[in-house]
């Protein structure tokens, strides 16, 4: 079994998990660009059961972005660390792509969503089947 490991940009949140994931998403949706001030996010979506939080608990400060959805993130550094979408992925944790620190092929993009609320200045992924 594969274990991923992922670090905020200070390194005082440290998690991992392990294979298999339910999918990769890119997320071209308004709220995730204010969420991280990025073009769009791409997340690695997890069951809960694989993922470990293994250092920083103390560290994280968390927001509740919808009813359903919160954001956790280094109070330190700010970095995204692990949110919830209750809505979408009630039993899983939504993972920035970007934190992970050794990628593996298995986790390349699998589909592109909420293409209609993209940035203007942001491209579709041709490569990348879109979802929605
Ligand atoms: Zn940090
Ligand atoms: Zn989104």
Redesign the pocket.
């Known amino acids: 079994m594969s274990k991923i490991t992922g670090s905020c940009h200070c390194g005082s949140v440290n998690w991992e998990f392990y294979l298999p994931i339910t999918t990769v998403l890119q ?7 204010k ?1 991280h001030g990025s073009d ?2 791409t997340y690695v979506v997890v069951p809960k059961e694989q993922f470990l939080l293994s250092k920083g608990q103390d560290s994280i400060t968390s927001y509740q972005a919808t009813e359903a959805s919160h954001k956790n993130f280094c109070s330190k550094c700010g970095s995204p660390t692990h949110l919830v979408n209750g809505k979408h992925f009630p039993d899983d944790l939504v993972l920035p792509l970007g934190i992970v620190e050794n990628y593996i092929d298995e986790l390349a993009p699998q589909i592109q ?2 293409t209609s ?1 993209k940035a203007r200045w942001s491209h579709i992924h041709d490569d990348v089947p879109v979802f929605s």
Do not use: D, G, K
């Not at 997320?27 to 660009?33: A, V």
């Open positions: 997320c071209h949706c308004s709220m995730c660009r969420l769009y996010s969503v909420y609320e």
